[in-house]
Each structure stands twice: as structure tokens, then as C-alpha cells.
């Protein structure tokens, strides 16, 4: 079992400690943090194409966002409310018995719905909006996944799983993370616009001896919400060796309230 400090959870992975650190050690000023996002926005343009993300909003995203729009249709249909079958105006039945956390998932899942007028929230209740609803059938794609991914979505709704872990614990769900995170045009995206932003940063300072606390100094990241460590994996080997002098003193710490996702990182 992972080590406890003061309560926290304590990992080591390779030649990363993953923990929650007290902050110590010379803060990096406003000014230079300001400067490396300048820098990184103007550009975002180019990290983007490079990446392969140009034309994914008007093209690829509206497809994906319809198919899961399909998913919540049918979580809902699980859940003994069929939507296509409402009539414009009609009320759908609360079906959220969750805690907090579980209604604000819910209410998510509920937006993308009121934006395509599948549904209208009004104060107190939500209705059946006017436009139409595809087919179940109508999307062998939607299908394939409502198929492969049984009820997950609407038992979360009632508390009976946490969808995080459903996702996280499953060799299934763990396959599917790790293709996106290889292959998918937006993490390439997201991780580009990242090493630039960090590097920027990397290169306004000398973080030797910052910090004794960690044995020589160095640069020190702490990761709050790290989830199964996917940003992780590839920003902790990037601060590493982005720059002769720095290998070797960087400690990138990790946190997330859900200490499972912590202990999933040590199985891995």
C-alpha cells in the first residue's frame, strides 16, 4: 500500500514522488507567468494545426456531440423515461437521487440536450423540447457504444456507481484512455499548447537550490484533480529533460481527492 505523509497520499512512480506538497520554496512572479501565456496564446494557432485539430469543431465535434446526446437518451430510457415518446412541452420525471456531485453530472449531461431543443429546462422541471430525436437505430455508431458500455451512465444517476472508477478500474475503459491519450488530435492539442506554456516558464528560471526541502532544489509541480495520471505521464518526463541542468531536480507531485485513482497510478 502507498505511503501516508500528514494524511496524503504518497506514491512513488519511476523516478516521480506523487503526493500533496506543502508549497515551499521562491514563488514564480505573475510577471513571468504572464509572459509565457502571451507568448503560448499568440501561438495556439499553430500548436493547433501542427496537431491536426484544425476543422475538428465544425467537422468531427457536432458527430461526437450527438452521440452523446444518444447516451443520455438512452440512460434516460433505462431509467424508465423514454424521451422520443414525450410530446413537445410534456414533463420528464426527476430521475437524479445522487449527491451533490451526482446532480451537477447530471445537469451536465442535461445541457447538451437544451442546446439541440431535445429538451427545455425551466425553473423546477425540465420538459420534452420540440425538435426530434433520431431513431435508436439511426446511429449504428451510438449503438456499437450503448452496447459496449451497458448502464453505467444511469447508474450513476442513482448512486450506484461512480462513473470515474467505472471507467478508470476496467481494463476496457483503461484500453480506451490510453488510445486517446496516444492517438486522439486533442490531447496532441492540448499536450503541445502545454509544453509551451511549461517551457516558457522553464526557461525564466534558474530553480537551482529553490528548494532544500526536496534535497538540492529544483522544480517543484504539484497537479491538483490528477485523475489516473494521464497529464502526468508525459508533462513529468517533458519538466525533466526540457532543459541540461534541470534532469534530475524536478518533483512532480499529484493529488486527487479520490485516493483510488491515486492507488491505480502505484498499480501501474
Given at each position: ?194 509544453e509551451d506554456f511549461i517551457g516558457g516558464i522553464v526557461d525564466a528560471y534558474d530553480f537551482a537550490g529553490s528548494d532544500p526541502y526536496f534535497g538540492g532544489g529544483g522544480l517543484n509541480v504539484l497537479e491538483l484533480g490528477a485523475g489516473a495520471a494521464g497529464t502526468a505521464g508525459w508533462l513529468a518526463p517533458l519538466l525533466k529533460g526540457s532543459r541540461p541542468g534541470l534532469d ?21
Open positions: 500500500m502507498p505511503r501516508r505523509r500528514s494524511g496524503k497520499m504518497l506514491l512513488q512512480l519511476g523516478d516521480y514522488s506523487f503526493y500533496a506538497p506543502v508549497a515551499r520554496g521562491p514563488s514564480i512572479s505573475p510577471a513571468a507567468l504572464t509572459r509565457a501565456f502571451n507568448k503560448t496564446q499568440s501561438s495556439t494557432t499553430d500548436i493547433v494545426s501542427r496537431a491536426g485539430f484544425i476543422g475538428y469543431t465544425e467537422q468531427v465535434y457536432p458527430g461526437i456531440l450527438e452521440i452523446c446526446r444518444i447516451f443520455v437518451v438512452d440512460a434516460f430510457r433505462k431509467r424508465k423515461c423514454d424521451i422520443r415518446r414525450l410530446s413537445e412541452g410534456q414533463a420528464i420525471s426527476p430521475i437524479c437521487m445522487g449527491d451533490d456531485a451526482t446532480m451537477a453530472q447530471y445537469l451536465s449531461c442535461m445541457a447538451p440536450l437544451a442546446d439541440a431543443d431535445w429538451v427545455s429546462t425551466e425553473p423546477g422541471h425540465v420538459v420534452r423540447g420540440a425538435a426530434p430525436i433520431p431513431p435508436e437505430s439511426g446511429r449504428d455508431r451510438a449503438l456499437l457504444f450503448i452496447r459496449d458500455h451497458p448502464p453505467r451512465l444511469s447508474e450513476s444517476w442513482s448512486g450506484q456507481t461512480d462513473p470515474v472508477r467505472a471507467l478508470t478500474a476496467e481494463a476496457a475503459g483503461k484500453r480506451a484512455l490510453a488510445e486517446l491519450r496516444v492517438d486522439d488530435c486533442t490531447s496532441a492539442a492540448f499536450h503541445g499548447v502545454m534530475g531536480r524536478v518533483s512532480y507531485g499529484l493529488y486527487d481527492k479520490e485516493a483510488g485513482l491515486l492507488e491505480d497510478v502505484r498499480e501501474a
